[in-house]
């Protein structure tokens, strides 16, 4: 069995691409599908459908992936145990995020301290920054409202409020104080999808105050709130930790029940004291 093959194969499993899985092998393309198609030939198999968009794995090559993610995986463990005694000169950190406003300055933090530290940073909801983590595609993610679960290590960071995002000439922008949960009974909303954190602790605040805005618009993104709500469509609602720098909207506070979020920073327990995992989460703020 050739291991120069079975490591070209992993890194295309996980990238989902022979492009990224060549860079990430720091070899070219074409010797990473020379490996794979050597390996396929030999064992006279198929283990990825290349289509024009992206390489798809086939339920043979899906098998194979988890093998070869559980043995490189433990053999980048060891490359991380080594480099500790290098003081962290050089190393590879996998984060996940469900939003980049606080994630962003710990990787500055991480990039003062330890210039050599080359960082890949996912960004995605809060189910899909889970799932990397779980599925070990994350080494640390930075995630919020987790439920604890075994195997899961999690350390708490911070709070946030709940808030009305509204257009700079809203009567509530004046309003610094906040404006209570109940006024927003029958008003004009735009919000994020039901499976945004944001959105379900404001849905369940809404319903344990039995307040029923009018939801128009549903969007996929932070970004499309704003231009929505800039734009005078509706009001809509934000996490404190996420307000942007825009002079045409202003958050404020929304008061009631139910409405505070919990962010933390995560890890598999079992990779907690490796050396690069334990320096990413020294850099947590002081609460």
Wanted: proline residues 4%; charged residues 25%.
């Amino acid at each position: 069995m050739n291991l120069f093959q079975l490591r070209a194969f992993d890194a295309v499993a996980r990238e989902g691409s022979f492009t990224r899985a060549a860079a990430r092998l720091f070899i070219s393309q074409p010797a990473v599908t020379g490996h794979i198609k050597a390996l396929e030939e030999h064992y006279q198999i198929t283990l990825l459908r290349r289509t024009a968009r992206r390489v798809e794995l086939t339920e043979e090559g899906t098998k194979l992936a988890a093998i070869t993610r559980a043995m490189f995986g433990l053999a980048e463990e060891a490359q991380v145990m080594l480099e500790a005694n290098r003081q962290l000169l050089t190393g590879r950190l996998e984060v996940a995020a469900d939003g980049p406003h606080m994630v962003m300055p710990m990787l500055a933090s991480l990039r003062t301290r330890y210039p050599g530290i080359t960082v890949n940073l996912r960004l995605g909801n809060a189910q899909e920054t889970l799932a990397a983590l779980l599925s070990e595609h994350a080494d640390v993610a930075v995630l919020t409202e987790v439920a604890p679960r075994k195997g899961l290590h999690l350390q708490a960071l911070n709070e946030s409020r709940i808030c009305a995002l509204v257009p700079a000439g809203h009567p509530w922008a004046q309003q610094l104080r906040g404006v209570q949960l109940k006024v927003l009974d029958q008003v004009i909303m735009v919000l994020r999808e039901p499976s945004s954190i944001t959105r379900r602790t404001f849905d369940e605040a809404c319903a344990q105050a039995k307040v029923n805005p009018r939801v128009l618009l549903e969007l996929d993104s932070r970004e499309a709130v704003t231009e929505a709500v800039a734009a005078e469509l509706g009001v809509g609602v934000v996490s404190s930790v996420e307000v942007s720098h825009d002079p045409r909207v202003v958050a404020v506070p929304i008061i009631g029940e139910g409405l505070v979020n919990r962010h933390m920073m995560g890890c598999m327990e079992r990779r907690r004291d490796l050396r690069l995992i334990q320096a990413f989460f020294e850099l947590a703020p002081i609460r």
